[in-house]
């Protein structure tokens, strides 16, 4: 009947990440293993875990970047294809080609490419946009610079805008925050402060377990699987950090066993 709003649709759609029984497995060897959570739209979302637990995984599974064993993924209530305009990502940076020959501007104009077309020159208000990006993040004198002669700190900021340049709703952020100066710190926490005041959210994997509270409103404690989730100050615990970062050889034995018995039985 015209003029009913289906509540529940709009609930899921509202949504901003939405993960159930998420497995991926490299040579048949689980990384991460039935994740599943629902994040509140406009939190901060840190995920936190040891080495080798799957937080890269986890993004790159979202993004489509990584075949899944199984489970399902929707943003905003659909799949990440039909989502992806929606969502901006940040990369590691060691796994940029830094020699690559471009200034800052150019890297944060890419960011722009589906409204510029691909092939196409980026125009005057794209170059625009970039700038106005750059000096968000308080680099914006060295927009001519090329990223190779850009210290680390101003590298990371160069990818912030970039994906801030997106206008997306949602962020996935692989480590930001890492061998960065405390300027850049302070700048990635003002941006990300910033985007949350206008709805955005943020998913930011992050190791310095002694910023959490103070950079993030909810935590997502992740060990292979997803040992608790929820605000900081409800789950991030000494009790539950214990579960996350120890019993390491354990856990994996254990997810390794369950794998197997599920093959055995298809």
């Not at 949602?170 to 941006?191: G, K, Q, R, S």
Request: charged letters at 25%; a neutral charge.
């Amino acid at each position: 009947m015209a003029g009913i709003v289906n509540t529940s649709t709009t609930a899921v759609n509202s949504i901003p990440l939405s993960i159930d029984d998420l497995t991926v497995a490299y040579h048949r060897k689980p990384v991460i293993w039935d994740v599943g959570f629902d994040l509140p739209p406009g939190s901060l979302v840190g995920v936190v875990g040891p080495n080798g637990a799957g937080k890269s995984t986890l993004l790159k599974a979202v993004m489509d970047l990584i075949p899944r064993a199984s489970g399902r993924v929707k943003v905003f209530g659909q799949p990440y294809a039909k989502m992806r305009g929606r969502v901006g990502y940040v990369p590691q940076r060691e796994t940029v080609d830094w020699d690559f020959p471009v200034d800052a501007l150019d890297v944060v104009t890419m960011g722009l490419y589906r409204e510029i077309g691909w092939c196409l020159p980026a125009r005057k208000k794209h170059r625009e946009a970039a700038m106005e990006a750059l000096d968000r993040v308080g680099i914006a004198d060295l927009a001519k610079r090329q990223i190779s002669q850009l210290s680390g700190g101003q590298q990371q900021r160069t990818f912030l805008a970039r994906a801030l340049v997106q206008d997306a709703d949602l962020y996935l952020m692989d480590e930001p925050f890492a061998a960065v100066d405390a300027a850049t710190e302070l700048a990635i926490v003002d941006v990300l402060r910033e985007m949350q005041t206008r709805g955005k959210t943020a998913v930011v994997i992050h190791h310095d377990l002694q910023t959490v509270a103070e950079f993030f409103d909810y935590v997502v404690l992740l060990n292979m699987r997803v040992v608790a989730h929820g605000p900081v100050d409800q789950v991030f615990t000494p009790e539950n950090l214990q579960k996350t970062y120890g019993g390491r050889l354990t856990l994996l034995d254990e997810v390794s066993e369950a794998m197997r018995q599920r093959e055995r039985s298809l």
